[in-house]
């Protein structure tokens, strides 16, 4: 059987996992095996937001219930940058699991790198935190597009793929049998960032921060459930009194960090 491999971007998680660290650290050790146990000291972990169950830009859509076997394949493929093949992995994926987000369902993929020797100037975990490196990929390989419409190959049917939702006619992954990589991508390097684009915007509904080295999502609810008539006054937790940085704001939003008596508040209303 022909055998059609498909790449999709998507992006990175901007939260640490670090509340999870010893489950994950755990897993690391029961799923890859690697050859000296892993410790929370001696590696890296971060997450990918990587597919969902909504029709993509290709008019390409996953069933949900390949969504759940995609989390198995993807355990235990290795982490690129850039698809470059010729480079050995950076990481490797070691963990995947579905996530609810509202009606969409993601993949949120988890994978792991050594900490470097000093275990501060970690190349890598700087340009993910900075947002260097801001967007992912995947590569994977599945045998027919299936037509939402006639059940048929949609390479062969009278009809053609669209984007939209419902019953627009698009295409299933048919079999999904392997996953090759996925891959951490500058934005805008690869064909098809308007993928991203759009599932960046779907995702993404809360004001990105950075604040004491971290950077946070914070989620700011929609003008009509707002109680405030479309403004928020969202305080922090802190010690050091710093105006934060605000990173990204919806389109749909405007946002202001402000300071007043020690205490760091943000500011978003409707735009
Ligand atoms: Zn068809």
Known sequence: MEKLTEMLI?????????ERTAFLINKINDSIKPPQPVT???????AMYIVNDLVNSHGGQFRREDLYKLC?????????VGHNRSNPPLARTFHAEPVEDGSILWIKSYFYWPRSADGVND????KIDSGVLKECSISFIYTMPECTVCGQDM??????PTTGEGDSPHFIYN?????????????GSV??????????????????????????????????????????????????????????????LAA??????????LLAKSS
């Open 123 to 126: 190349e890598l975990a700087m």
């Open 256 to 265: 202001a960090a402000a300071v007043r008596k020690g205490r760091v508040y």
């Open 72 to 80: 198995d394949l993807l355990v235990d493929t290795p982490v690129l």
């Open 40 to 46: 929370a000291e001696n590696v890296h972990i971060r």
């Open 155 to 160: 390479r062969s049917c009278p009809h053609d």
């Open 191 to 252: 064909k098809g960032t308007y993928i991203t684009d759009k599932l960046a915007s779907e995702k993404s509904k809360g004001i990105i921060i950075s604040h004491n080295g971290r950077t946070v999502e914070i989620p700011v609810p929609d003008g009509e459930h707002n109680p405030l008539g479309g403004a928020a006054v969202i305080q922090f937790d802190n010690e050091s009194a710093v105006i934060p940085e605000i990173e990204f704001c919806p389109d749909r």
């Open 10 to 18: 998507a992006r990175l998680s901007v939260n640490n996992p670090e």
């Open 175 to 187: 079999n999904i049998t392997q996953v090759l990589e996925t891959s951490l991508v500058y934005k």
